[in-house]
């Protein structure tokens, strides 16, 4: 994620060529796809969670709202112009917030109905027919959903089989195909495709083409997404404890790409150059998600809200002590005739 943010305007000027072209379309091939995967397989429980509006605020609505306002503050600083502010309209990877919001508010229809993949999927696709509106990245939105209700009716299980060493080998392999593919298909395949974020008439083509081309994208989304999985280590290792802080490395690395995107000399690099910006960007990812970057930005990212909303009510513990004589008679003089006890 935060490498493919680094090349996304190197691919724009044409720097890097044809291998730099299909290593960012890989990777826009699946990297989302996997994160939102996940992120619906963590909200299983979430209908069911004791103050899950407070955890919508805390974790989604208030780090929105901060970090809509300081990109664009940010980007300002950086071009010299004045950049608007929309709270509609998500500025440069902000828009995944609202998105989340989006679906997690949905999570206990898809948890209702019968078939809900098949349902998501089908919208995914009528999505790409029409020119959504850019309000909260509708099209993203609807596109994306299919791997997002995926997650959700996915079970601990079902992740265990890919802890076969046969499929481990199988999804290594996958993805060489995958980077082969992409290599192959550069220069002639718009990257758009793997973005979600235009529809069919936006990208020139005609309806059955348009649907053709989005089952393929989400055919390659979906087998990657099972080979990246299968390919992660299932033992503890030293970075094991940075995935619990995706969110910090998400919405922090923007300030980092967004300053070398509007940086003159940054279009200017190659060769050598660009594999260094390749290797500081997964640098830049681990320094994001330590414990430092946590403590430093958690006001921002994971801020702290029990001063916003109304205590609960405390239950008071119930007496262990035997009731006595008088008690129990009182309990069985029920009027409709029912023990109904001392409780």
């Known amino acids: 994620m935060v490498i493919g943010h680094a090349w996304e305007p190197l691919r724009g000027a044409n720097i890097g060529g044809r291998l730099l072209e299909a290593a960012q379309t890989f990777i826009y091939a699946f990297h989302l796809p996997a994160f939102i995967v996940m992120c619906g397989?963590?909200?299983?429980?979430?209908?069911?969670t004791r103050g899950r509006t407070r955890k919508?605020?805390?974790a989604i609505v208030v780090p929105y709202v901060l970090f809509s306002v300081a990109y664009p503050l940010w980007a300002g600083m950086l071009s010299g112009d004045h950049v608007g502010w929309d709270p509609l309209e998500p500025y440069y990877l902000t828009w995944f917030l609202p998105a989340l919001l989006l679906w997690r508010l949905s999570t206990p229809l898809w948890q209702q109905i019968r078939l809900p993949v098949v349902v998501a999927v089908?919208?995914?696709?009528?999505?790409?027919?029409?020119?959504?509106?850019?309000?909260l990245n509708a099209a993203q939105v609807l596109s994306f959903l299919p791997f997002f209700v995926l997650g959700l009716v996915l079970r601990p299980h079902h992740f265990e089989i890919l802890?076969?060493?046969?499929?481990?080998?199988?999804?290594?392999?996958?993805?060489?195909?995958?980077g082969l593919t992409a290599y192959l298909l550069a220069l002639?395949?718009?990257?758009?495709?793997?973005?979600?974020?235009?529809?069919?008439?936006?990208?020139?083509?005609?309806?059955?083409?348009?649907?053709?081309f989005r089952v393929v994208a989400m055919a390659a989304a979906l087998v990657l997404t099972?080979?990246?999985?299968?390919?992660?280590?299932?033992?503890?290792?030293?970075f094991t404890r940075l995935g619990s802080a995706t969110m910090y490395a998400y919405l922090l690395h923007g300030f980092v790409t967004l300053?070398?995107?509007?940086?003159?000399?940054?279009?200017?690099?190659?060769?050598?150059?660009?594999?260094?910006?390749?290797?500081?960007?997964?640098?830049?990812?681990?320094?994001?998600?330590?414990?430092?970057?946590?403590?430093?930005?958690?006001?921002?990212?994971?801020?702290?809200m029990d001063w916003l909303f109304r205590a609960g009510p405390t239950r008071r513990p119930q007496s262990r002590r035997r009731p006595g004589r008088r008690e129990i008679t009182r309990g069985r003089r029920d009027t409709a005739g029912v023990?109904?006890?001392?409780e």
């Open 163 to 178: 802890h076969r060493r046969a499929v481990r080998v199988a999804g290594a392999a996958v993805l060489l195909l995958g």
């Open 226 to 238: 099972v080979a990246f999985l299968a390919v992660v280590p299932a033992r503890r290792t030293w």
């Open 339 to 342: 023990v109904t006890g001392t």
């Open 41 to 48: 397989y963590f909200s299983r429980g979430f209908p069911t």
């Open 122 to 135: 089908l919208i995914s696709m009528l999505a790409g027919f029409v020119t959504l509106p850019s309000t």
């Open 259 to 304: 300053y070398l995107s509007y940086q003159d000399w940054y279009y200017g690099i190659s060769g050598e150059q660009v594999l260094l910006v390749t290797v500081g960007c997964a640098l830049l990812a681990v320094v994001l998600s330590g414990e430092p970057a946590r403590r430093a930005f958690r006001w921002a990212v994971e801020p702290r």
């Open 188 to 212: 002639s395949v718009d990257p758009e495709w793997v973005h979600w974020r235009r529809s069919f008439g936006q990208l020139g083509v005609g309806a059955s083409a348009g649907l053709g």
């Open 56 to 58: 919508l605020v805390a």
